[in-house]
């Protein structure tokens, strides 16, 4: 085992930032150093899954230093099995972005390539945060790398785009840290107790808030989450900001910055306010439903491959926040899995849109056609991605559907067939925009000259193509290798609230307020 | 005398700051073109002083008679007012050059404008903290006015001194009306009997008008009519000295008045604050959403970040106490910083000020645009940048006083200043160059911004330093 292996794989990145800021010797050394630094990180974060110990119930990897002694604010990381899933995510997407940007970004390139390792920083932490004020530093660290990513190397609209994608954040963001800071400021409230934001003790602290302040509590985190997911109707800033973004940017959006807010769902909403979440989670589920159904609706209508895909990512976030607020083994069990998948899958997607777009500088849906023929490679790449979205048995997003699906069904806490009964449409309509937008890129005849001049994929390209199409074959044969590792822990996630369901176990506490 | 000698000797940071504006204005006197002796021999006290202020921090007491207060909380005032003044007469050098007012004597004038800051800061009578108002002022005044050929600044001038004197009316006139009540202009013996004094109308009149002269300074809503004017009007280095010093030093002493000595939680007197806390943030982040000068922007900007710190002096208590002053130091880096880049950007007839005149900063001075970059996301509070840290501290305090409506309006219009600040990052880094000359870089600009990024990282990241010192403060 290695020590301190998680704070290695935390701070690589960054230290790797100022390492490319500090090469600016030629472009291509730049790119190595970053992508070396990327790599590694990668590799070290394999032991996280590894040494990762299901049966141990505490937080793994813990690093704990204390940061603010007088506010009790500590520089905690750990992991379980859930937050272990989505690092190693993170660290394997990250250096696939960075080769994906080899060509494609042109100007300013050891500020993207050290935007993007402090992203990677920020992320990871965002994952292992034990401490409410340490998690909320690197979410609104997020920000920044994103913002110049968006902003400095984004397409024509793109400070519209930014702009607005950074201000949505703030707006919940803000909130959450209220709700921060009163729970710390709750934990003193109560005998013998100290102002505190370790998650590991709010985790017996919170659940004994009364239950009217307990709902704002639980409203200020969830909007935060929910604008982040994006779930319906806090998701227009979504399509903007995914198609503006470069391809890269896309990718990180889609495949790790939308997680967060699926994660710090789990985290923080069902985790410290169990009774909120009995009591909302079918308002939630709703909204997860209508999110399933608008989001393919729009994305049947869509001209722009790009676009189509954002909306794509609404219709499948939709599902993991059904998943989660099912509060049910299976459910949750298909969130999660449906969290890597769906990073796996439209992170799949955008890059081949991406590579379209480096190809023809169009991604109307219109211009393409016949593609199979001129560029089969690049096709049959794209067919694989577009059917693993799609939720084709034997690839990843199966496995994540059905499971959700199936503990929507069973959940007692939903209580009706409904939400199952509408979700499943949007497999239906998933199948329809789809299919329907791969039919008219890749087949039948192309509709513009420019098309001939096309070129198959290159060494590179199809090198950071197939380790994705890898895992989206390996999740849906074997989802054991990832699911077993984190059961444990989901486990433990829905007991505590199926405890509180049964007994209130946590509201016989004093009353805190002064 | 020999008593004379301790008390000088332990007012070491103010004593020691008055020798070296002495010596300074002597240089300029006596001897030719010594415009680099004077800003040497600045730079040199100045840090003599600070370490004079470090030495001093133990001896916790006061001096004169119970007029001054000496170490802890004075010597952490002064430095902060010393690090202001240093810093600004770093970035001055070279600005005042550009614009053509070249004189030792402004190097004179910030040193006794942080003279009186930290009288003012200290005062533990009210007749003093009057005197250090004044002496502060009146430098600033001054500077406010150096260079006289241009309108602009004799109008932010002749404003400034105007309504500063009108602020001082009121504040005459509160320490007037609480010496007829209490007999006694020292605060501290006035402390003694809040309780009793609490209710007396004649009492709460005065330290309201108290508070009025105060909020004058602080620049408050709504007695905020001079600062845009006044900031947009005046040489860039002195709308610097005057957003950070002097509204430091305005603030410390209100916190030494109203949170540390008189006890005015739950009366009506926090009512007054809360509503000039939610006026100010309100008015000043909304109206800096029209502006289109920096400088201007960045005023409105400070009334909104008074209407923050507001917050924390209507909380009260030792929790408030602190973050208020963390809130200060953190306020201070950034706003030298952002002003400090506004004055690299301007040109030689003090105009270029614009936020058109950012556009594109980023391929033209990288370095720059970073760097104001860092100070516009510490002002929207964005971790782990000091301006983050001071908003939680200040918003912590506010919850644990049960002031968690206060917070709700405070980020709410956090969540509308991010777009103005934004605009600043977005045309520096998103809007490619225009045409012309790129704006002259110096060595010595290039420092005092280095230092303040330097000191909102290092806050930001590692508040406990700042923190380990609020626990020996009185």
Redesign the interface.
Known sequence: MIPHVLNFILFLPLIGAVAVLLARRSDNAVRWTGLVFSLITFVISLALYFEYDPANPAMQFVEKVS?????NVSYHIGLDGISMLLVVLTTFLTPIVLISSWKSIEKQIPAYIALMLVLETAMIGVFASLDT?LF??FW??I??PM??II??WGGKE??YA??KF??FT??GS??M??AI??L??YA?TLPGGV?TTDITQLFDIAPTIPLDIQAWMFGAFALSFLIKVPAFPLHTWLPDAHVQAPTGGSVILAGVLLKMGTYGLIRFNLQLFPQSTLEYASLLSVLGVVGIIYGALVSMVQKDVKKLVAYSSVSHMGFILLGIFGVTVQGLQGGLIQMLNHGLSTGALFLIVGMLYDRRHTRMIEEFGGLARQIPVFSTFFMIVTLSSIGLPGLNGFVGEFLILIGSFQSAVLGSIWYVVFASTGVVFAAVYMLWMFQRVVFGVSRNPENAKLVDLSAREIGLLLPIVLFIVWIGVYPSTFLSKSEPTVQRVVEKIEQVQRGDVFTTSVSPL? | MNQLLTDTLHTAPITGTIVLALVVIMINALKKDSLRMEYWVSLIGIAANIALAVWAFPLRGSAFAGTVMTGGFASLTAAIFLVAAGLTIILARDYIAKIGVNFGEVFHLILMAAVGMMTFAAGTDLVVTFVGLELMSVCLYVLAGISRRVLKANEASLKYFLLGAFATGFFLYGIALIYGMTGTTNILAIAQNIAAYKSEPLFLVGAGLLFVGFAFKVGAVPFHMWVPDVYEGSPTIVSAFMSTGAKAAAFSALLLVFTATFDFSHSSMNTVFAVLAVASMIVGNVVAIAQTNVKRMLAYSSIAHAGYMLIGITAGGDVSLAGVLFYLIAYVFTNLGAFGVTSIIENAEQQGTDLENFRGLYYRRPLLAVLMGVFMFSLVGIPPLAGFFGKYYIFMAAIESGYTWLTIVGVITSMISVYYYLRVVVLMFFQTAEEGEAPKVTASGTFALLVSAAGILLVGLFPSIVLGWMGGLF
């Not at chain 1, 940061?67 to 506010?71: K, N, T, V």
């Open positions: 940061w603010i002694p007088s506010l004020f909320y530093v609104e660290l920000l920044i913002y110049f902003g400095i793109r400070i930014t702009v950074f201000i703030m707006v803000l909130l840290l209220i800071i009163w710390g400021y003193s102002f002064k």
